[in-house]
């Protein structure tokens, strides 16, 4: 993996990181205004570790699947159908506009055509 790719995953973790202190900082908070007993801030804290642990386990997981040339290969195959379908919608899209365009100006011609006489009548 070359050093860019590696800076974004770290870049992802730290996110996370500081996504999880914001979130313990929070309860923390809700704990302490609910004045709840020893064993509620116990799950509260329990709760948060375990979800800390679900994220680091989880940008790990896409960490080491990028670092896998089966799952670059699958992936870069399914962005490229992706981006393939995508062109081909956009494409169908605008054959569409183009012809509702064209049939529009044809009218709006003809509509003036006839209201102000047409050339050589």
Do not use: C, P, Y
Not at 72 to 85: F, Q
């Amino acid at each position: 993996m070359d050093d860019d790719s590696k800076n974004a995953w770290m870049r992802v973790g730290l996110h996370f990181a500081a996504a999880g202190d914001k979130l313990k900082t929070h309860a923390k908070v809700v704990a302490e205004e609910a004045k709840g007993s020893d064993a509620d801030q116990a799950a509260i804290t329990d709760a948060l570790n375990t979800l800390g642990k679900a994220m680091n386990q989880a940008v790990q997981s896409v960490g080491n699947a990028v670092k896998d040339q089966e799952v670059r290969d699958s992936l870069t195959a399914a962005l490229n159908s992706m981006g393939d379908a995508m062109n081909t919608s956009f494409g169908e899209a605008g054959t569409k506009v183009g012809d509702t365009v064209a049939d529009v100006g044809a009218k709006v011609s003809d509509k003036v055509k006839d209201t102000f006489g047409r050339k050589g009548s």
